[in-house]
């Protein structure tokens, strides 16, 4: 689970990024229509994968 949860996350990570970095909105305002759900993807991916990584005994 945790090594898919990561995968995930990664992932989501790159996918902005790459995005991100040929898109100027999502440099240096509000994200555009394409970056937004990838934006929302990785913060809410990273969210989890943070919390699992917190609640990790
Ligand atoms: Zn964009």
Do not use: I
Request: charged share 25%; with cysteine; hydrophobic share 30%.
């Amino acid at each position: 689970m945790a090594d898919s949860l990561h995968t995930r996350y990664m992932a989501a990570s790159d996918t902005w990024r790459a995005h991100r970095k040929g898109c100027e909105p999502c440099q240096t305002k509000q994200p555009c229509e394409t970056g937004a759900p990838l934006l929302e993807r990785f913060v809410r991916l990273q969210d989890a994968y943070l919390t699992h990584l917190r609640n990790r005994p």
